[in-house]
């Protein structure tokens, strides 16, 4: 089955089982401003997103298994919430007001501080307070998707683990990744390092979560391991490239704000890697202004071009895509031919995807 079909049975479902979970929390709720706080993070959870990872534990789950069963739905959300908690934190971090076109959750209440005139707290610190709460918040919720469901205890204690493994990992890549804006010299090693740590990570435990309950012999794990973990780099090469040449329009995200961050994107690491020492230290010399203006922006944009940086990292992603399909490969004798096909077409989604 395609990627496509296949979000389309299961997209509406994963977000009837987020839909629900937050409904027991808000019902739970005695307080007008929790009441409130939690129909924020829900209505932020729901504004968009694809749902790739609660959908890449149901695939892992029925690829393994006979009988293909509704129940992996509930336990699937739970990585969606740590996603999720990982946004709303990087959206502090970065400073963006805006993800998937919606506001970021932080900046959802710097609009609630303006609306009820709050004179305690300055709006920007209240709302970066409630964001690193409401991340806090996301990340337990995300729990109970592992607590309250129809699988065996064994089953859940081990998806748990798979949980917070990936919880630890990503938060040493986002520790990681800042520490690399402040390193003059990194190389694409040590990015690929980073962003297997911070996106590759959660997609390769979703992954394990659906292998987890569907009690697959451990010996085939390394390849969905391998599977996963190059999707999660091929994903994060192509988020680069689209972050600085994406149509605002249809990824939602704004083209300058990777290069404002001074953030090491495989395009700034392959372009002071291979420009000449004058364009080198031309690119240097932008990149550490403080207040980057349009025109800045344009020339660092000209000097990814000069330096041939997109395509070289598209050329890159297709050598993790080719691992992946390989490791694939390993398991379609065990694997059911829906599944199977629906993991070839979601590597070819993500290498080629605009958004």
Excluded: W
């Excluded at 009988?67 to 908690?85: M, R, T």
């Excluded at 710097?110 to 990340?139: C, P, R, V, W």
């Excluded at 994060?236 to 994406?246: C, E």
């Excluded at 605002?248 to 690491?269: A, F, Q, S």
């Amino acid at each position: 089955m395609k990627f496509i079909e296949y979000l389309k049975i299961y997209k509406p479902k994963i977000e009837e089982a987020i839909e629900k979970l937050y409904l027991k929390k808000i019902n739970s709720s005695k307080n007008k401003f929790l009441d409130n706080y939690y129909t924020e993070l829900e209505n932020y959870f729901l504004s968009g997103g694809k749902r790739i990872r609660p959908l890449l534990t149901i695939a892992t789950y029925n690829a393994f298994c006979d009988d293909q069963e509704e129940k992996i739905i509930n336990p699937s959300i739970g990585v969606e919430f740590l996603h999720n908690a990982s946004l709303i934190h990087d959206d502090i971090i970065d400073k963006d007001d805006f993800r998937r076109g919606s506001p970021a959750f932080h900046y959802r209440f710097q609009n609630y501080h303006e609306t009820y005139k709050l004179k305690k707290m300055e709006k920007i610190d209240f709302a970066n307070s409630i964001g690193i709460i409401g991340g806090d918040s996301a990340f337990f919720l995300g729990l109970e998707a592992y607590l309250y469901n129809d699988f065996k205890e064994d089953l859940n204690l081990a998806a748990i683990e798979y949980y917070e493994n990936a919880f630890i990992d990503i938060a040493n890549g986002v520790l990681i990744e800042i520490d690399m804006v402040n390193q003059k010299k990194i190389s694409i090693s040590d990015y690929i390092d980073m962003i297997s740590l911070k996106t590759g990570a959660l997609i390769e435990k979703s992954m394990l979560i659906g292998a987890n309950y569907a009690r697959l012999d451990e010996k085939y794990k390394k390849f969905l391991s391998i599977y996963a973990i190059n999707l999660g780099i091929i994903f994060q090469m192509i988020d680069d490239i689209l972050g600085t040449f994406g149509d605002e329009k249809v990824t939602g995200k704004p083209t300058d704000g990777d290069i404002r961050e001074g953030k090491k994107t495989c395009l700034l690491i392959h372009a002071l890697a291979n420009l000449n020492q004058q364009n080198t230290d031309r690119l240097q010399k932008v990149l550490e202004k403080q207040n980057m203006t349009e025109k800045d922006v344009e020339e660092i944009k000209s000097l990814f071009i000069k330096a041939d940086a997109a395509n070289t990292c598209k050329k890159l992603a297709t050598k993790y895509y080719n691992e992946a399909k390989e490791a694939l490969n390993n398991l379609k004798h065990l694997m059911n031919d829906s599944e199977y096909e629906l993991f070839g077409d979601l590597l070819d989604f993500v290498l080629n995807r605009n958004f």
